[in-house]
Each structure stands twice: as structure tokens, then as C-alpha cells.
């Protein structure tokens, strides 16, 4: 079946602009989850949505990040007037309960350029 | 918080060269840990679970498993298709605590 897809694969953007990356879950996946992977540095996770419940925003950097997943299903997440130590590869997980915890799907990432 | 570490950072292998890969972690109330494959490029390509110490899990070449401490990843006569970063994570409640990852470099 079709796996995660992110759109676009590449985005490059002028320092100050704002930029939309999106996740499509894997079909049925009540989980969804954002993470970032920087140079050189290991995944680090951004916000977590569950079925209808509040989203955990815990590791959002910063208040020009915020994200939105609608109908259940497709996510955006937002990062407004974007800064160099933005630029990284974003990854959406998804994910279904199983007995003994969430195993989770990735995508192939956006890799996020601000120049 | 949860941490984990993963060693070496990297490891280069002969073709058949069998070797292991640890990720030692600290985390209250395991969940699971989890092991994933990574190619340049690419996303994260699950690969096992591992729910409680003393469990063991094999997907080809590979075999994972977990004491109370730490997970080793053992690589049995690799082949240069093996070459990826391993990335171990845990899960203490729903997210994924990732250690840095182990580049495995195998050589015809």
C-alpha cells in the first residue's frame, strides 16, 4: 500500500519568507508526527497529533512554527518569516496503536534550504 | 529525558566482516525501542521493535536485541547493500527519542 508522501521534496526560500510543507499520512493511521533532522544532528521531534484530540506542541522551536492537520488526515506544517537555522529536513511519521506502542511510518522528507 | 547513544558513529566493514551495532538509553517506562534504516536522502525505513529485555528479532542480515540498558543491532555477513545509517529510538509515551544514529560502510 502507499506509504507516507511529503510535498515538495526540496524548497528553497529567501530568508523572512514563509513556507508550507505537507504530509499525507499512511491511510487509517490515526497517528501523525512531525520531526526535524538538521546537519549533523539526530531526528528531533516538533508536534504530535492524535485522532481528534489537542495536539502535543511541545517541541515546536519557536512561535513561527505552528501545524494543522485536517479531516483527520492531511497535515501542514507552517514556518513563518523563516530564518537560516531553519533550513533541515522535515519528516512526517504516521503511525496505529499496536499492542505495545506506536511503530512509525516515515516519509521521505522535505529538505528546507533558507538562504 | 530520555537519551540514547549509539556507538560507534561509524563503522566501515569488509563484505562478510560480521559486527555490532549498540544504542545504550535511559528512559522512564519503555514503551518500546525501535530500530530504523536510513539512506541518503531518504526517510527513515522501519525496521524492528523490541518491547521488553530479552527479546530478539531477525530480518535477514540483521538481528536486534534488548536488555534493560541497552540494544545491540548485529550485522551477520554483510553485503555493500547494508550500507545506511542505523538509527535506534525509544518511546516512552508516543514520540521518538533518537540517538544519532551509526554509519555502516560495508566494501566489496
Known amino acids: 500500500g502507499a506509504g507516507v508522501s511529503q510535498s515538495p521534496s526540496n524548497k528553497v526560500t529567501e530568508k523572512g519568507k514563509d513556507v508550507e510543507l505537507r504530509c499525507d499520512p499512511i491511510?487509517?493511521?490515526?497517528?501523525l508526527y512531525w520531526y526535524r533532522q538538521s546537519l549533523g544532528q539526530g531526528l528531533e521531534f516538533l508536534i504530535y497529533?492524535?485522532?481528534?484530540?489537542?495536539?502535543?506542541k511541545s517541541g515546536l522551536p519557536s512561535d513561527r512554527f505552528s501545524a494543522e492537520r485536517t479531516g483527520g488526515s492531511v497535515s501542514t506544517l507552517t514556518i513563518q518569516r523563516t530564518q537560516q537555522e531553519d533550513s533541515a529536513v522535515y519528516l512526517c511519521?504516521?503511525?496505529?496503536?499496536?499492542?505495545?506502542?506506536?511503530?512509525?511510518?516515515f516519509g521521505p522528507g522535505t529538505r528546507l534550504t533558507v538562504t | 529525558e530520555d537519551q540514547v547513544t549509539q556507538s560507534p558513529e561509524a563503522l566501515r566493514l569488509q563484505e562478510g566482516e560480521s559486527s555490532s551495532l549498540n544504542c545504550s538509553y535511559t528512559?522512564?517506562?519503555?514503551?518500546?525501542l525501535f530500530w530504523y534504516r536510513q539512506d541518503p536522502g531518504k526517510g527513515p525505513e522501519f525496521l524492528f521493535t523490541?518491547?521488553?529485555a530479552g527479546e530478539e528479532k531477525e530480518k535477514e542480515r540483521l538481528k536486534a536485541t534488548l536488555t534493560k540498558k541497552e540494544s545491540f543491532l548485529h550485522i551477520t555477513a554483510p553485503k555493500p547493500e547494508d550500507s545506511a545509517t542505523y538509527l535506534c529510538?525509544?518511546?516512552?509515551?508516543?514520540?521518538?527519542?533518537f540517538g544519532a544514529g551509526t554509519t555502516v560502510t560495508v566494501r566489496a
Open positions: 491511510s487509517g493511521h490515526t497517528a
Open positions: 528512559v522512564s517506562g519503555l514503551r518500546g
Open positions: 511519521a504516521s503511525s496505529i496503536r499496536t499492542s505495545g506502542g506506536y511503530e512509525q511510518y
Open positions: 497529533f492524535q485522532g481528534n484530540s489537542a495536539p502535543d
Open positions: 523490541l518491547y521488553s
Open positions: 529510538a525509544v518511546q516512552a509515551d508516543y514520540k521518538l527519542s
